[in-house]
């Protein structure tokens, strides 16, 4: 039973540079959620994936942020042209059926620092 | 959109003290829920509250939530170095608002 993995565990990156996040959920499980962690911010929900459903992407902040997610598992979350406001750390979450009061379990999260 | 404050924002104690940490909404809570994550780390699932008045409790960790659904608290008893961390409350709106939406976190210092 492992839990929500993601990589890498940290980033760097230059300025303008295109990263991609990864995570996998919990095996079975058909939400995945992504969410940024930056200071002062708090934690901020980014964007839901729940099977097969188009994804809610209301919490992405531009469109250089885009996420995909593969076969209803692994999920790619990518930042184009990244900026200096883009450093946070990068949560993922999953939940057995993506509904109100359903348990969200967190990965360790990947930290981006762009400089 | 709802928002949650948390209060205090930190938090120090000595251990061995009990302590109380406040989540506030500016809507009614359908789902409230109570992480907890230490630096470097993601979150950790501590109790999820749901019915006006509920309460819940982990070992030395209680959690509570008001009649109106509108505040939640999390009290630690006889707290310990190992509960230091950040707690984080977070909350769904119901229905099919699945996202949580997360107060900003207090940071607790358990000084031995």
């Known amino acids: 039973g492992a839990g929500v993995s993601q990589s890498p565990s940290n980033k760097v990156t230059e300025k303008g540079k295109d990263v991609e996040l990864r995570c996998d959920p919990i095996s079975g499980h058909t939400a995945l959620y992504w969410y940024r962690q930056s200071l002062g911010q708090g934690l901020e929900f980014l964007i839901y994936?729940?099977?097969?459903?188009?994804?809610?992407k209301s919490g992405l902040p531009s469109d250089r942020f885009s996420a995909e997610r593969t076969g209803g598992s692994v999920s790619t979350l990518t930042i184009q042209r990244t900026q200096q406001e883009d450093s946070a750390v990068y949560l993922c979450a999953s939940s057995p059926r993506g509904l109100a009061g359903d348990e969200q379990f967190f990965g360790p999260g990947t930290r981006l620092t762009v400089l | 959109s709802q928002e949650l404050e948390q209060s205090p924002q930190s938090l120090i104690v000595q251990e061995g003290k009990n302590l109380t940490i406040n989540c506030t909404s500016s809507?009614?809570?359908?789902?409230l829920y109570w992480y907890k994550q230490k630096y470097g780390e993601g979150l950790i699932f501590l109790m999820m509250l749901q019915k006006g008045g509920e309460e819940k409790s982990h070992e030395k960790i209680t959690a509570k939530l008001d009649e109106k659904k509108q505040q939640s608290s999390l009290h630690i008893t006889a707290s310990q170095p190992s509960h230091a961390g950040i707690y984080l409350c977070?909350?769904?709106?119901?229905?099919?608002?699945?996202?949580?939406?997360f107060g900003k976190g207090t940071l607790l210092t358990v000084n031995p």
């Open positions: 994936f729940q099977g097969n459903s188009a994804p809610d």
């Open positions: 809507k009614t809570l359908y789902g």
């Open positions: 977070g909350a769904d709106s119901g229905g099919s608002n699945y996202k949580l939406t």
